[in-house]
C-alpha cells in the first residue's frame, strides 16, 4: 500500500495568529525543513517494512493490517501538531495472492478509507517512476510529453 499524501498544516506567525497552509509544503517554503523533522519521527515509528519517506510524501508496505495501522498512527500524530493528512491523496494498491483476495482486500480498504485513491496497474508510480513494467509506456509518454513542453518555451528564454 503506498501512501503518498501530505499533511496540511496550520503554523503559528510571530503575531500568533493561525496561517492555514493551502498546499503541501513548497520547496522554498522557510518551514519545508522543519517538516522533514516531522517526517522523519513518522518514518521511525512505523511498522511496515517498506518504509520510505521523500520530504512530505511516505511509501508504506506490508500486511495490508500493518499499512492500515501505520496510517492511523499518521493521522494521530498529525493531529498531535494540528496538521492533517489529506486521505484524497492518499493512494492504495494491494499486491499479492490471488486476485479475489486483492479485490475483497481492496473492497475494505475502500470501505473505511473512501477518500483513498486506487491507482492501476499502469498508473502505480514512485516519485515519478513506475512500479511495475505495465506502467512504462504512461511514463514515457508522460515524460517525452513534459520535454517536449519545456523544449518548445526554450525559444521564450
Not at 510571530?14 to 522523519?40: E, K, N, W, Y
Not at 519521527?41 to 508504506?60: E, F, R
Not at 500486511?63 to 493512494?91: F, N, Q, W, Y
Request: proline share 5%; net charge neutral; charged share 20%.
Amino acid at each position: 500500500m503506498s501512501l503518498c499524501g501530505k499533511c496540511t498544516a496550520n503554523r503559528r506567525s510571530s503575531f500568533s495568529a493561525i496561517l492555514h497552509s493551502a498546499s503541501r509544503v513548497q520547496q522554498d517554503d522557510p518551514l519545508g525543513p522543519l517538516f522533514c523533522l516531522v517526517t522523519l519521527k513518522l518514518s521511525k515509528v512505523m511498522h511496515s517494512p517498506l518504509n520510505a519517506w521523500y520530504l512530505y510524501d511516505g511509501t508504506l508496505g506490508s500486511p495490508a493490517g500493518t499499512v492500515m495501522h501505520d496510517l492511523a498512527t499518521v493521522e494521530t500524530l498529525c493531529r498531535e501538531i494540528r496538521s492533517e493528512l489529506s486521505l484524497s491523496e492518499c493512494k492504495c494498491f494491494v499486491f499479492g495472492r490471488c486476485v479475489a483476495d486483492q479485490e475483497q482486500t481492496t473492497a475494505a480498504i475502500q470501505t473505511a478509507r473512501p477518500e483513498m485513491t486506487f491507482p492501476s496497474r499502469v498508473e502505480l508510480s514512485l516519485l515519478g517512476a513506475p512500479l511495475l513494467s505495465d506502467g512504462v509506456p504512461l511514463a514515457i509518454d508522460t515524460k517525452t510529453t513534459t520535454l517536449s513542453l519545456m523544449s518548445s518555451r526554450l525559444s521564450i528564454l
